[in-house]
C-alpha cells in the first residue's frame, strides 16, 4: 500500500469533529450529573441515585471514547512524523494503529449512543402514553 503525508493527514478534521462531540456530550452529561446529585442531596429520591449511577458509567464511556480519539490523533501525528522521517513500513503500522483506535473510539461511543437511549426509555417510561390522534 502506498501512504504519503497526505493520508494520515485526512483523518484530522474527523478526528477533531469526533472530539468536539465528545467534549459536548461530556459537559451535557456532567451538568445532568450535578443537577441530579443537588435533587438527590435535597430530597433524597433513590430513583435520582439510580440515574447517577446510569450517567456515571455513560460518563466513563465518553471519557473512554475521548481516550481512544486523543491516542488516533495522537499516532496519526506521529505516523505523519515517520513517513516524514522516510520511515514508510513504520509508519504504515502507526496509521492502523490510529484507524484501530479511531474503530475502538467510535465503537465506545456505539455503546454510549446505546446506554443513552435506554436512560431515555427508562426516564420516559413512567409517563402516560399519550393517545394518538387519528390521521385523516
Not at 500500500?1 to 469526533?18: K, R
Not at 451538568?31 to 460518563?59: C, D, F, M, N, P
Not at 479511531?102 to 417510561?125: F, N
Amino acid at each position: 500500500m502506498e501512504i504519503s503525508l497526505t493520508t494520515p493527514a485526512l483523518l484530522f478534521p474527523a478526528i477533531s469533529l469526533l472530539m468536539l462531540a465528545y467534549t459536548n456530550r461530556f459537559l451535557a452529561l456532567a451538568a445532568v450529573a450535578r443537577s441530579l446529585e443537588a435533587s438527590y442531596r435535597s430530597h433524597g429520591e433513590q430513583k435520582h441515585l439510580t440515574e447517577i449511577q446510569k450517567l456515571r458509567r455513560r460518563i466513563h464511556l465518553i471519557r473512554d471514547m475521548q481516550f481512544f480519539g486523543v491516542l488516533s490523533l495522537l499516532l496519526c501525528t506521529l505516523c505523519m512524523f515517520l513517513l516524514f522521517l522516510g520511515w514508510i513500513s513504520v509508519g504504515q503500522w502507526v496509521f492502523a494503529l490510529s484507524l484501530l483506535s479511531m474503530i475502538t473510539s467510535l465503537i465506545y461511543s456505539l455503546i454510549e449512543i446505546q446506554r443513552s437511549v435506554d436512560a431515555l426509555e427508562v426516564h420516559l417510561a413512567d409517563l402516560d402514553p399519550v393517545p394518538e390522534t387519528p390521521s385523516p
